[in-house]
């Protein structure tokens, strides 16, 4: 069985937890990225797997003469900077890493989970604030359902709006502390593959917040 398949089925018998990877995303709004911040007290947006988006014009992801990533491979979270971000699931700490490129994640962090024998997999939490990363190392462990970063501001998530992006990552390869989190339309349906929908993971109730 393959690893996108072996996930698929451990996810359809996961039973619901409660926890949600942002406090309160279970009633969360359709969201965008382009969208005004949310402030304190409103409603979380969330949404953007699989989103062909066409806003990413950064160098980072449009170099000069090569097909642009448009292709959304998480799913973003948008609340005020200094929200609590969870783990669904227990875990260590593969690596972390401040991306500061203009568009990038800014602070990242990157867990490790094997739910069940022969499942392991990673998750991907981007845009948080760099204290989150202070003290931090490969192999600290985490509980489902621990605290392990907070949200960052526009100055230090790459100049987005306050959100986390949350990704399951099933073939991390080499890649420490960043992970692509867009991928090339034409390129579309293998990284879909290797980075499946998080919603489920994440405490998104079916059928919500898929803007």
Known sequence: MSKAAAYAAWIAKLKPTGIEVVPGLATAQPGRLDAPDVRPGEPLRAGGYGEDRGMYTQALFAPDGE?????????????????????????????????????????????????????????????????????LKPGTAFMAGEKIAELGTKRENGGWAPHLHFQVILDIGNAKGDYPGVCRRSEKDHWLAICPDPAPLAGVKAGAARG
């Not at 097909?67 to 669904?88: K, S, W």
């Open 67 to 135: 097909e642009p990533r448009t292709v959304h491979l998480g799913l973003d979270v948008f609340a005020p900077a200094g929200t609590d971000v969870i783990t669904p699931l227990s875990g260590r700490v593969h690596s972390s890493r401040i991306n500061d490129q203009a568009g990038d994640y800014g602070p990242t962090i990157i867990l490790e989970h094997t739910p069940v024998p022969g499942l392991t997999f990673h998750t991907l939490y981007g845009h948080l604030d760099r204290d989150s990363l202070k003290g």
